[in-house]
Structures are given as structure tokens and as C-alpha cells.
């Protein structure tokens, strides 16, 4: 199984203000049953934070799962790495 949505997804929000330092990533991984998990990590940057993943049927949902999290997190404050 080819993935073929532009993964992954790194994304940070820093607002020294508040004292913010955080990160977020979202990655599209293959199942050994040709299933598809969102893997989605976060945390303070400069930690290894906390992972959750979310295995779909197909690529298709896991795509738009991927999508609607970046976007969630952009809504918040979030920027590409590197953005």
C-alpha cells in the first residue's frame, strides 16, 4: 500500500508570552492488515510527549482524518514547521 496524502504533518505554536512551547504531528502509517492509522503526536517542545493512535478501513478516511486535524490545529494558533 502506496500512501500517497502528504504526510507527515508538523506543526508548532509558540507564544513566549504565556511561556507556550508546543508541537503537533500527524502521520499516515500502514497496518500489517491493510488497514491505515492517523499516528498523532504532541507535546512541549523539547519533550517526547504523547502519541495516540487511529486506525481507519481504508487511506481514504485516514486522509480526511489527517485533514481535519491539520485544520483544527491551524484554526488554533498552530504553523508548519519551518512556515
Do not use: C
Not at 500500500?1 to 504533518?9: D, N, S
Not at 505554536?13 to 508541537?23: G, I, T
Not at 504532541?42 to 485516514?62: F, K, L, N, S
Amino acid at each position: 500500500m502506496e500512501l500517497t496524502a502528504a504526510t507527515p504533518v508538523h506543526l508548532i505554536h509558540v507564544d513566549p508570552d504565556v511561556n507556550m512551547a508546543r508541537f503537533y504531528g500527524i502521520e499516515l502509517q500502514p497496518t500489517l492488515f491493510g488497514e491505515v492509522s492517523v499516528l498523532r503526536t504532541w507535546g512541549r517542545i523539547g519533550t517526547t510527549g504523547q502519541t495516540m493512535r487511529v486506525t481507519y478501513d481504508d487511506e481514504a478516511q485516514a486522509s480526511e482524518a489527517l485533514r481535519k486535524l491539520e485544520t483544527q490545529k491551524l484554526r488554533r494558533g498552530y504553523v508548519p514547521v519551518g512556515g
